[in-house]
């Protein structure tokens, strides 16, 4: 006796574990700086640079980078800025104690404020959100056939399955130039820059991930004269990630986290600071799967002999649907605290923060909260940026109406499109469009069987068995299992009844002919 069994490989995403720390540090102004008379505007991110299990906590360690434009104190009053770090350590509990395999960041997200104490030492602090999981690759065995001498009937069961193909971690360099307009003026230092991934679109390819995207570049300088000026601009980029023995038939689930940015000045063909390089790193993980088609066993007999069936519970996965929507959001903001400060809005950035996501029986509710910031040129001589912040809360539903217990789901989201306007009387308009990716599956448990042992029949409890018997069928009733129930053929009922085809019905009245078993 042989067992034919197909393999397949599952990714299985563990429950992850939310943490929240806060980071308070005191930074010292570099000397080469000059003091700080007032800060404008700040901006710090959590970067995790290990992650190391430790008996029942996961240690994690980073630094938090930040960015601060200030005012100077000094003689005539200027903008200027500066860049520094300060690490941290955090010990996450791990109830049940920490299992063997990779841990990783899944989320994470900063919130950063920078204050003065005075003005050679500030006051840096970050409220830190994380969470933390592990993934895990399963190889699964199905069993699809038994070759045997003696004569068994089988029921099978056709599945379409979802099987990981490629899962891994790689990077995509990012360099881009872009050159300042004829109305600009010339750069002579950079104060100030962000840079956002707002859109990454892929497809598969033949042995290839295929990346578009766009990055949202803000850079706020000094001209060689004195002056300030800023460029604000959407900058495209594509390029491929190879990824060995995929084709566009598969499906697949990337993530990615811009990285290690660099932005610097750069001389065109006549020699003037009129350039501006941008380089960065994509982060991506990879998930690529493929659907399968599986017959797979799920019961046998034979007219021989008793069947004890072993079997091992499985877990598989089929594929529920793979979407890309967009949740648009409009919202007039009263801002009456700039009603005769504000001039001109040059520059806005946005953070996805979700609170809540939810499967429901209508598909996936996702609550959260769109926070904004602002940079405006306002009404003063001395100090002619001020900034703004706010929130805007937002509820979306991803649609999907086959949900059930057994649905998993991952979804990645971002902000995708942000524009801030001046509506006059203390009012701003702010429209955005949240991204959301989302990979749904459903979790499928089968009792697989993984060994059979034969066992004689009991001759004399079959001679006490009727040998024909008048059946009523009952709703869930199959003819596998009848003939199974009374040791007899799925054929030999359909002849026995004039039956065409297989398929019953409850309250149909039938005859079961018990098989001679001596003869067999």
Same mark, same amino acid.
């Given at each position: 006796m $042989?067992?034919i069994?197909?393999q397949?490989?599952?990714n299985?995403?563990e ?19 000059r ?21 029942n ?9 930040f960015?601060?434009l ?21 010990m ?12 990783? @960041?899944?989320n ?6 920078a204050? *003065?104490?005075?003005? &050679? ?12 999981g592990?993934?895990?690759?399963e190889?699964?065995?199905l /069993? ?5 001498e003696?004569?068994?009937y089988?029921?099978k069961?056709e ?6 193909h490629?899962?891994?971690?790689d ?8 050159v =300042? ?13 962000d @840079?956002?991934?707002r ?14 995207? %766009? =990055?949202?570049l803000?850079c706020?300088?000094?001209?060689p004269?004195?002056?300030t000026d800023?460029? +604000? ?6 390029g491929?990630v ?6 566009p ?10 990285s ?5 000045? #750069?001389a ?6 009129r350039s501006? !390089?941008?380089?960065?790193?994509l ?6 799967y493929?659907?399968?088609e599986?017959?797979?066993? %799920? ?15 499985v #877990?598989?996965?089929e ?10 959001l409009? +919202?007039?903001?009263? @801002? ?14 946005g953070?996805?923060?979700?609170e809540?996501?939810?499967?429901g %029986?209508?598909g996936i ?8 910031q ?5 009404e ?25 217990e057994?649905?998993?789901f991952?979804?990645?989201?971002g ?7 001046? =509506? !006059?009387s203390?009012?701003?308009?702010v ?18 069987i /993984?060994d *059979?042992?034969?066992?004689p029949f009991d001759m004399?409890?079959?001679?006490? %068995?009727?040998?024909i ?8 009733d ?8 009374y040791?007899t053929?799925a054929e #030999? ?6 039956l065409s085809?297989d398929?019953?019905? $409850? !309250?149909? &009245? ?6 001679? *078993?001596?003869?067999?």
């Amino acid at each position: 006796m $042989e067992f034919i069994k197909k393999q397949m490989h599952i990714n299985r995403m563990e429950k992850g574990i939310a943490d929240q720390f806060f980071v308070d540090d005191d930074y010292n102004v570099p000397d080469a700086k000059r003091d700080v008379a007032k800060i404008v505007m700040s901006k710090g991110e959590a970067k995790v640079e290990e992650i190391k299990p430790l008996e029942n906590y996961v240690r994690v360690t980073g630094n938090v980078y930040f960015q601060i434009l200030y005012v100077t104190e000094e003689g005539e009053t200027k903008l200027t800025s500066l860049m520094g770090k300060t690490p941290f350590e955090e010990m996450v509990y791990v109830e049940n104690g920490v299992e063997d395999g990779e841990y990783a @960041v899944r989320n994470l997200r900063t919130e950063f404020t920078a204050s *003065m104490i005075h003005s &050679r030492k500030l006051s840096v602090k970050a409220l830190v959100e994380l969470e933390i999981g592990k993934e895990v690759t399963e190889n699964i065995s199905l /069993t699809t056939e038994i070759e045997s001498e003696d004569t068994l009937y089988k029921k099978k069961k056709e599945h379409q399955l979802l099987q990981l193909h490629t899962g891994k971690r790689d990077t995509y360099r990012i360099k881009e130039e872009v050159v =300042l307009a004829g109305t600009k003026e010339n750069m002579g230092m950079i104060l100030w820059t962000d @840079v956002t991934n707002r859109k990454l679109d892929t497809k598969l390819e033949e042995d290839a991930l295929h990346l578009s995207g %766009e =990055l949202s570049l803000f850079c706020l300088y000094e001209s060689p004269e004195g002056k300030t000026d800023w460029i +604000e601009q959407a900058v495209a980029y594509e390029g491929q990630v190879n990824c060995s023995g995929v084709d566009p038939s598969m499906y697949h689930y990337i993530t990615g986290n811009l990285s290690e940015v660099n932005v610097d000045m #750069r001389a065109d063909e006549d020699g003037e600071m009129r350039s501006i !390089g941008i380089e960065g790193t994509l982060d991506l993980k990879i998930a690529v799967y493929e659907e399968e088609e599986a017959e797979v066993l %799920e019961d046998v007999y034979s007219l021989q002999h008793e069947c004890n069936l072993k079997r091992e519970k499985v #877990r598989s996965e089929e594929l529920v649907l793979q979407n890309h929507s967009k949740c648009k959001l409009s +919202e007039q903001l009263s @801002v009456p605290e700039l009603r005769e400060d504000i001039l001109q809005i040059c520059y806005n950035s946005g953070e996805v923060q979700v609170e809540k996501m939810e499967r429901g %029986e209508q598909g996936i509710q996702i609550e959260g909260i769109l926070h904004l910031q602002f940079l405006y040129v306002k009404e003063s001589d001395e100090v002619p940026f001020d900034t703004w912040q706010g929130m805007i809360p937002f509820s979306y539903l991803i649609e999907c109406d086959d949900m059930n217990e057994d649905t998993i789901f991952d979804v990645n989201y971002g902000l995708e499109q942000l524009s801030v306007s001046m =509506l !006059g009387s203390g009012e701003v308009e702010v429209k955005a469009v949240l991204a959301f990716h989302s990979f749904i599956r459903r979790q499928l448990w089968q009792n697989v069987i /993984t060994d *059979m042992e034969t066992i004689p029949f009991d001759m004399e409890k079959i001679g006490k %068995e009727p040998g024909i018997i008048g059946y009523i069928v009952k709703e869930g009733d199959e003819l596998w299992d009848l003939a199974k129930q009374y040791r007899t053929t799925a054929e #030999r009922i359909q002849e026995s009844n004039g039956l065409s085809k297989d398929e019953i019905k $409850e !309250g149909d &009245r039938i005859l079961i002919f018990k098989e001679n *078993m001596s003869i067999l």
